[in-house]
């Protein structure tokens, strides 16, 4: 019977060529508008660390005076102070800890008549490497002892490493960062978690590649490296940060249980509590997001992409009330065929399914074309100015879904249509005839 | 035209009517919406600057090598840059208008005693600042080179609270002042910076936009007689004639790589491109939002023309039976232009009430200001001429059906 339906259904659409072409193509754009700008929300707002993001915590004190100051309504500041990034460091009261900042690393080149130039560099404490899962092609991390002794040692990424060794293992090698000879004692493999939540308010972009050297916090600031962003609360000597008024450090905790993240946020009242006792700090509040929710408070998405993808939805919705409206408009044209129909045996259910086939097969024909514009959107996003743009790609699920969203709205579109078909009386209409 | 008729069609074509009304609606509503999100974004990217935008070129080193000799650097590379043909005025700076990266702002206060800032200003830095960018004064004058302190120093005299080696004075944009003192010359005003610093307004600048945080207001800047070198993140401002900035932009780099060929250049470009970089994701949203508009609306032409050419077709033997009975080409023309106005007039009134709430959520969730009025009448207007254009084509071929038609078929 589906058959017979399919058949029925093409000559159907055959017969108005124009009208049907202008159903899917409306369709088409519709969903195509749709898809490309979920794929982007769904890029944006992903997980960057599937495996491990509900076990890692963003903690927050806040080292601010009085000023601007309201009990309970005020939240704690989203970067560290140095003293309190470190005494919370040594503290160990987390599975793991990690205090960081983001630099720009001046790099020598190797051969002599080549210029030196910059690269993202991150400062940082010995736990980063297993707490964020970055893998290593060579060699490893470095351990706390170095983070105290200022260990010259540096771990690169993979693209450094083919830059400047030719993809070789150049774990033992030095190089020259900020005019301070470095030992590489690791080598990631490719490693950019998107969004790059671990430089949230540290002054790094959002989205895009990876940073390409990593270095323990005490050597880099041995060395001059200043973090990217700091916010001072008093006139400060900010060639001094670790004992000026100023934050500038990101810390993170790995919990791996609910009693455990009660613990810590209980230890992190306290250690406010004891701060202010020590007139240290006035404002009591302190935070501890996991790692979604720590995206969500920054609101790394942005608004822009939220507000493409409500347009685009207004778009598919007035895209399936065009094809309700051109679709009902076809099978009323009809009346006659499903009178015939009708008083030849054909159940009422019959021709409702005969219509929604119908309707159907013009939301699978609608989908491929969207589809073609899907890629062609992203292909579009792929040339804007916007840092996540050469990510965007269509995968499996969002091609999976094209055609689900596609069936959907014209099956809908075609409920209206197919039941009105279906309440037609027989003997009006073959007298009309 | 007689709408008696017409209505009592529409009301046995109930579900398609409401169709078109809905489509018509919703297009309405998401229309004057996408129209005003865009006219905000192009009211951003033609912001003044107050500079003389088409005249500069910026250029940006890293610092390398000692912190200590970074102040003769400067003079000497700016000696090296103002010897360049062409080149009328040469600056180091710190921001410029409408740039991305770091910026300084601060808040000021208008009485020592007050608690909470009054406004949040930027604060522009450099020897040469205000005639370099070319910003007009309005009042009061430039800085004297007795003036000036360099920015080590005034971060000394602060930590110290030595008042002596601070700046005494500053120039403030026009739209500044007038937030401060409505009304009044803010010329020899006092202004007070962190624990309660005075610092005297000497000049006025018509006016000179912030670099980023416009929504602390655009224009309300500050420049203070403070030196920078290239050590503490100031830039080459280089002023040359429009159609010399691409050879100065040549030379400078010449120049400045012969004082020393081991320096990283981190940005060379024109003050054009910056701004056109600052800019890029306003313009690529508009033109986002001009195409969803375009294809909304060829969509819904699209619909009602498909939907009136059926119901022509449906109604042929019927629009025969009425040219029979005397009706004139005119007139049936007539009737399905007053049909579609009819359906476009009421899905109007529904477009613009939804429209309206689409602009309060907006209101809430992304600090968007209320849509102004006029985007009803405007958007009325055009969604009737759309939908009498789209109509055009089927009521045509309905007014060419001949009267013969009514005999034919019975």
């Known amino acids: 019977m589906f058959d017979y339906y399919l058949g029925l259904a093409l000559r159907s ?134 983070d105290e002794s200022r260990a010259q040692v540096v771990v690169i990424s993979d693209f450094l490493n083919d830059k400047l060794f030719g993809g070789a293992s150049s774990v033992g090698r030095i190089i020259r960062v900020n005019d301070h000879d470095l030992r590489i004692i690791g080598v990631l493999k490719k490693w950019a978690p998107q969004p790059r939540f671990y430089a949230q308010e540290l002054g790094g972009r959002s989205y895009g590649d990876g940073d390409a050297v990593f270095l323990p916090l005490q050597t880099a600031r041995a ?14 000597d900010i060639t001094k940060l670790e004992t000026a008024p100023c934050i500038w450090l990101g810390f993170w905790v790995e919990l791996s249980s609910d009693a455990e993240v009660a613990a810590y ?20 509040e302190v935070a501890l997001s996991d790692l979604m929710q720590w995206l969500r408070n920054e609101k790394v998405v942005p608004d822009d992409v939220r507000l493409q993808a409500g347009l685009a939805f207004g778009f598919l919705l007035i895209c399936v009330v065009n094809t309700v409206g051109l679709l009902l408009a076809k099978c009323l044209r009809r009346s006659q065929e499903i009178g015939v129909r009708r008083a030849l045996g054909a159940m009422r259910r019959e021709i409702f399914a005969q219509f929604m086939v119908e309707a159907g097969m013009v939301g699978l024909a609608g989908g491929l074309l969207g589809l073609v514009f899907a890629e062609f959107g992203l292909w579009c996003i792929r040339h804007q100015p916007a840092e996540y743009a050469g990510l965007a790609h269509l995968d499996v699920h969002m091609f999976l879904l094209t055609f689900l969203v596609a069936l959907v709205s014209s099956l809908v579109a075609g409920l209206l249509p197919a039941w009105r078909a279906s309440q037609l009386a027989p003997g009006s209409q073959l007298k009309a005839a | 035209m007689d709408i008696l008729p017409i209505l009592s069609t529409l009301r046995r074509h109930k579900i398609t009517a409401w169709l078109l009304i809905l489509e018509i609606a919703l297009t309405c509503a998401i229309v004057c919406n996408a129209v005003f999100l865009i006219s905000q974004r192009l009211e951003r990217m033609n912001l003044p600057s107050g500079i003389a935008e088409h005249e500069l070129v910026q250029v940006q080193l890293a610092n ?52 909470e800032d009054t406004v949040d200003v930027t604060q522009y830095m450099g020897e040469n600042l205000l005639s370099t960018l070319g910003t007009r004064l309005v009042a009061g004058r430039d800085f004297r080179p007795d003036e000036f302190v360099d920015l080590d120093a005034a971060v000394t005299a602060l ?25 009044q010359s803010a010329l020899g005003k006092q202004i007070y ?71 990283v250049v981190l940005q060379k470009r024109t003050y054009d491109e910056a701004r056109h970089a600052f800019f890029a994701n306003d313009r690529a949203m508009t033109g986002i939002l001009v195409g969803v508009c375009l294809a909304l609306l060829i969509v819904t032409a699209l619909g009602i023309v498909g939907l009136a050419s059926f119901w022509v077709a ?97």
């Open chain 1, 223 to 236: 060395a001059n490296m200043d973090p990217t962003n700091d916010d001072c609360w008093a006139v400060a």
């Open chain 1, 265 to 284: 946020t209980q230890f992190l009242s306290n250690y406010a509590q004891q701060q202010i006792a020590l007139g240290r700090f006035y404002r009591p």
């Open chain 2, 314 to 410: 449906q109604r042929r033997r019927t629009i025969g039976v009425r040219r029979a009975l005397g009706a004139t080409r005119a007139n049936i023309l007539q009737y399905f232009q007053t049909e579609n106005f009819l359906l476009a007039t009421i899905g109007i009134v529904i477009g613009m009430a939804l429209a309206f709430g689409i602009n309060l959520f907006l209101m809430q969730h992304y600090e968007l200001p209320r849509l102004p009025a006029i985007y009803f009448p405007v958007g009325a207007i055009a969604l009737w001429v759309i939908g009498q254009l789209a109509v055009l084509g089927p009521a045509l071929r309905a007014a060419a059906v001949p009267p013969v038609v009514a005999t034919r078929s019975v």
């Open chain 2, 64 to 115: 390398i090598g000692n912190r200590s000799d970074a102040e003769a650097r400067a003079k000497t590379d700016l000696a090296a840059l103002r010897q360049i043909p062409g080149v009328t005025q040469v600056a180091l700076v710190f921001q410029m208008p409408f740039t991305d990266g770091g910026s300084s702002n601060s808040g000021i206060k208008l009485d020592p005693q007050q608690q």
């Open chain 2, 193 to 263: 910076l962190g624990q309660g610093l005075p610092f005297r307004v000497v000049g006025v600048v018509a006016h000179l936009a912030r670099p980023n945080r416009l929504s602390k207001g655009v224009e309300y800047s500050t420049v203070w007689p403070i030196s920078m070198n290239v050590a503490q993140g100031a830039s080459f401002l280089i002023r040359c004639a429009p159609q010399e900035r691409e050879r100065v932009l040549k030379s400078a780099l010449a120049a400045l790589k012969q004082l020393d060929p081991n320096r």
């Open chain 2, 159 to 183: 930590h110290s609270g030595n008042l002596k080696g601070l700046p005494q004075v500053l120039v403030i944009t026009q739209m500044l002042a007038e937030r401060l003192w409505p009304g």
């Open chain 1, 13 to 146: 659409l055959r017969r108005n060529k124009v009208l049907t072409a202008l159903m899917i193509v409306t369709l088409g754009l519709g969903i195509g508008a749709s898809i490309t700008t979920l794929t982007v929300l769904r890029l944006l707002s992903g997980d960057p660390l599937p495996q491990k993001s509900a076990r890692l915590f963003y903690a927050q004190v806040d080292p601010y005076t009085k000023d601007g100051y309201e009990a309970g309504k005020t939240k704690p500041q989203r970067l560290m102070a140095y003293t309190d990034a470190m005494n919370l460091l040594h503290a160990h009261q987390a599975d793991r800890q990690v205090a960081l900042a983001l630099t720009d690393a001046r790099i020598a080149p190797l051969r002599s008549g080549e210029h030196p130039f910059f690269s993202d560099g991150v400062m940082t404490t010995a736990d980063f490497f297993t707490m964020f899962d970055a893998p290593f092609q060579y060699g490893g991390g470095w351990s706390a002892a170095d």
